[in-house]
Every structure is written in structure tokens, then in C-alpha cells.
């Protein structure tokens, strides 16, 4: 397995790839790798002839004010796990290699409406606009046949299929469903933050989505009915914060009144202590 921290080394690894008409699976990810991210890994190794994987905490997409100082960066852990699972290539760049140094200041920037001024977008002012492009660069870099996301962030999944469509990147995008915990708690490199306390009250946010689901499958179409008892079983652990819970059609993540037959998706966000956790699910 080849480390490339070089963008333009990587992009020529890939390019003579993609010459030989070799198809490539992507994984862009910040690295603290789990068996979330682990699972997109292999899909990407069976249905592609090379894998290749991103690490890269991108700064973009942090505000000053939250983790990027401490999220967590096992490296040699990461190359392990992708090396047993057969991984071709890890793109690890720098922060000025991505984003050049204090004498070539980075300026083009790609927001991606309207997503980004719904839900992360309006938690996280920004944030959307690191990813999309951190994802453009990465894609431009890569050049994959196919890149995996997870429905974990499922907002960041469809600000990366819009991107996709709207600037015609030759790729397709292979939406990867969430990795639970067997109690329900979504993986997530975040949930390393979590005291042992608190990782039994992030329990929570399944418990209330699913609460919220077996009640739309019980036929209640309405939907301040169902946010109801979501925030019934959110607000029965003290600890959590909730900053949005929201049931939203699935592909314009627009605020749904009633379910009507469209696809339709719960979304949560909210904090226990200094830890900020996102989930959704299927309704
Ligand atoms: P991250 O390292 O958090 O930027 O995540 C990298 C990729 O892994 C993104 O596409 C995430 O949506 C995906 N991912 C993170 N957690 C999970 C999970 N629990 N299940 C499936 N995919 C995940």
C-alpha cells in the first residue's frame, strides 16, 4: 500500500490508473477509522479494481471554535486497517499542501445551495462549504470511477451528489448505509470524545428516531405528532442538547408537514457535554 501525501504525486498514481482504463473506489475520510468507515472501504475494494483512501482532518470545515485541535489522528492504526483490507493508495496530504501556504492564500471556495442554509448548514455556518470543497479537490486529485459516502451524514451526502451533478464530475456517487453500534448509536470517530456516562445517555438520539419511526409506520401521518414524541424521548436524557430535530423529504431535505408516500427522513442533531453528534433514519 502506497502513503502519498504529495497531491500532485496522487494525482498522477491515479491518472496512470484511470489511463489503463482501471476503475477506482474512493473513500474520502478525517481518518480515526471504524468499522463505519471500514464497511464503505470494502464496498468500494469489491465493486472497483483499486481502493483508494483520503485522511485528511480538513481545517475548512472546522469553526475556530470547535475540535479541530483534538480530533483524534491514530495514523499508523488507520494505514494498518487499510493495509489488511487491501486498500491501494492513502492520500495523506498536508494542510498547506491542500491549501498552499501563507504566500498563496487558497480562494475558491464552492457553497452549494440550498443545502447550505438548511440544518449544518445554519448549525454549523460554514462547515458545508469546507466539505464541498475539500470533496472537489479531493475529487480532482483522486479521479475515482466511484466515490462511497455514508448516510451518516446525510446532508453532506446529498451536498456532494449536488455538487456532482452540478459541476459534472465524471463519477459516481454509491450512498453507503450507517454502521450502528449494537445498542443503536451511530459509529462515529466523535464518539471517542464521549465520557463512559455519556456514552450510555447517546443512546438517546437512536431511541428517539426509532420511537419516531415505529410511530409513522403505525400509520400517524402527521408530522408535529411524530417530532412530538421524538423530542418526548430527546428531552427524557438531560444531558443531550438537541440543536435540531427535523423530519424532511429525503431529497431536498425540505421540513415536511404530513407524510405523503415520499421518501422521508428523520434528522437529529444536538450535543452531550463538548460533543457534538448527528444522526438520522429512514422513516
Ligand atoms: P468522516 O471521517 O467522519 O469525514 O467520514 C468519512 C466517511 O465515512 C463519510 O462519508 C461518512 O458519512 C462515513 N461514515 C462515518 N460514520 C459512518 C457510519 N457510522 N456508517 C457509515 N458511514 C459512516
Redesign the pocket.
Known sequence: MQIIPEPRDMQRFCASLRCSAQTIGF?????ALHA??L??CRRAKAENEHLVVSIFINPAQFAPHEDLARYPHPFERDCQSLRELGCDAVFAPTKEGMYGRADFRHGTWIDVTPFDEMWEGVTRPGHLRGVATVVAKLFNICAPTRAY?????FQ?LRVVESLVADLNFPLEIVP?????ESDGL????RNAYLSAPERQSATVIFRAMNAGRELAQSGERDVTTIGQTIDAVLTSEPDFAAQYVAIVDAQTLAPLRELDGREARILVAGTLGKTRLIDNLAV
Open positions: 473513500v474520502p475520510t478525517m481518518g463505519g468507515h464497511e464503505l459516502f455514508g448516510e451518516k451524514d453532506q453507503c448505509p450507517t454502521v450502528r451511530a459509529m462515529s470517530s
